[in-house]
């Protein structure tokens, strides 16, 4: 990669970040969920620069979206919730990339997106159910009960740990990812075009 490749490069993953961090404010709870889960399209711009750039990009986009926004808007999760974005984030974006960047064609731009999402749910239940509940739960001083107690009242089925991440965090992250995978496919090619100065 030449100079002027790299310095491209660098420009535009401090740019999408900032939007990306921008697009972070704008989060809302959905009515089938606890409260602390909250929605947004922030990994929207992660996905464009990590199809655009790769991977390694991509993580990078999504490690600088979290420190800006800790920076500008600081924590209420204790850290928890910035790990856990950064996290699951990677989850999707980087087997997303994976299969696209390498082998560039609008079948394996689906095909990864569609890898993205599945392995962003299977990894978020398991991250929520065996480290991020727990550290939540220990660093507000409150029984997991407690928490499990927050998702029934969103939805009755939810009684245990296993149905809060099978009726709340698996959703939260298919609903997501498969939003921001819809908005990709529509709006990936002429962004791409400008983030290679084409």
């Known amino acids: 990669m030449n100079k002027k490749n790299k310095t491209r490069n660098m420009v535009s993953i401090a740019m999408l970040a900032a939007v990306a961090v921008v697009l972070m404010l704008f989060e809302f709870p959905l009515p089938f ?3 602390f889960y909250k929605i947004d399209a922030s990994e929207l711009p992660v996905i464009i620069g990590a199809f655009a750039m790769g ?3 991509g993580a990078l986009i ?4 979290i420190l800006l926004n800790l920076l500008l808007d600081g ?19 980087v087997p997303a990339s994976l299969v696209y960047y390498y082998r560039k064609s609008k079948k394996n731009a689906v095909l990864g997106l569609v890898l993205g999402t ?3 749910a299977v990894v978020g239940c398991l991250l929520n159910a065996y480290l991020l509940l727990p550290a939540y739960s220990k660093a ?3 029984d997991i009960e407690a928490l499990i107690a927050m998702g029934t009242a969103a939805n009755k089925a939810i009684d245990s740990m296993f149905t809060f991440v099978l ?3 698996a959703p939260l992250n298919i609903l997501k990812c498969g939003l921001v995978s819809v908005f990709t496919m529509l709006i ?3 962004i791409s075009r400008i983030l290679k100065g084409e």
């Open 33 to 35: 969920l606890p409260p």
């Open 167 to 169: 009726f709340a965090t």
């Open 55 to 57: 991977p390694w990009a």
């Open 140 to 142: 507000f001083h409150m």
């Open 118 to 120: 599945v392995t962003c």
């Open 62 to 65: 999504e490690l600088i979206k």
């Open 188 to 190: 990936y090619k002429p």
């Open 75 to 93: 924590t209420t999760t204790a850290f928890v919730g910035e790990f856990a974005n950064f996290l699951i984030g990677c989850s999707y974006v």
